[in-house]
């Protein structure tokens, strides 16, 4: 059974840097069968996705976000970053990591719980 | 910022046939496949359809996809309490080279 976790602080302070790590087990995310993406929505609002790797390196963020947003992997913690830089509280949301099965065309299966992160001094 | 629209709500009583659109562009949905995802309150996304109208495993036969030109329509056939979520469309976008999702509509069993 696939599973992602998302963690990291709770709060950051406006300027900084946000560092969220999604952790996935039931598969590698070496696989070369899958892309890992990551996702924010603000509460009460809609869904919006952030950018996604894949095993090579190569990497599609959104373009409102391109120039602050960093997606990298540890293969040896089977692990997904994501790190968002000069944020503001515009940035405050839940984050979402997910298995993003392009190769296949199946969607975004499965999802992580979720991890809120409010951006305030 | 969201470039598929859908209506903010949506409504029908137990066993009614709700139906929601999703409306976007040739680079999106008229060019790529189609997903749906269900949100129950307080949880995470859920795949529901993928690749226009397919059905994950374990997704009830009651949800449908289809799509013609650049929009999509999700169904849901006898509808149930347990239904009562957000839903939302999303597809590639290539002028993009990017994911874009609806706006979301919010689904209510009366």
């Known amino acids: 059974q696939v599973q992602l976790q998302e963690s990291g602080p709770g709060l950051v302070k406006p300027s900084q840097t946000l560092s969220l790590t999604c952790s996935v087990s039931?598969?590698?995310?070496?696989?070369?069968?899958?892309?890992w993406s990551w996702f924010r929505q603000p509460a009460g609002k809609g869904l919006e996705w952030i950018g996604r790797i894949y095993i090579s390196g190569s990497t599609n963020y959104n373009p409102s976000l391109k120039s602050r947003v960093t997606i990298s992997v540890d293969t040896s913690k089977n692990q997904v970053s994501l790190n968002l830089s000069s944020v503001t509280a515009a940035d405050t949301a839940v984050y979402y990591c997910?298995?993003?099965?392009?190769?296949?065309?199946?969607?975004?299966?499965?999802w992580g719980q979720g991890t809120l992160v409010t951006v305030s001094s | 910022q969201s470039v598929l629209t859908q209506p903010p709500s949506a409504s029908g009583t137990p066993g009614q046939r709700v139906t929601i659109s999703c409306s976007g562009g040739?680079?999106?949905?008229?060019?790529?496949?189609v997903y749906w995802y269900q949100q129950l309150p307080g949880t995470a996304p859920k795949l529901l359809i993928y690749k226009h109208n397919r059905r994950p495993s374990g997704v009830p036969d009651r949800f449908s996809g289809s799509k013609s030109g650049t929009s999509a329509s999700l169904a849901i056939s006898g509808l149930r309490s347990e239904d009562e979520a957000d839903y939302y469309c999303?597809?590639?976008?290539?002028?993009?080279?990017?994911?874009?999702f609806g706006t979301g509509t919010k689904v209510t069993a009366l």
């Open positions: 040739s680079s999106n949905i008229g060019s790529n496949y």
């Open positions: 039931g598969v590698s995310i070496s696989s070369e069968s899958y892309y």
């Open positions: 997910a298995r993003d099965q392009q190769l296949a065309l199946n969607g975004f299966d499965p």
């Open positions: 999303a597809a590639w976008d290539d002028s993009l080279s990017g994911y874009v």
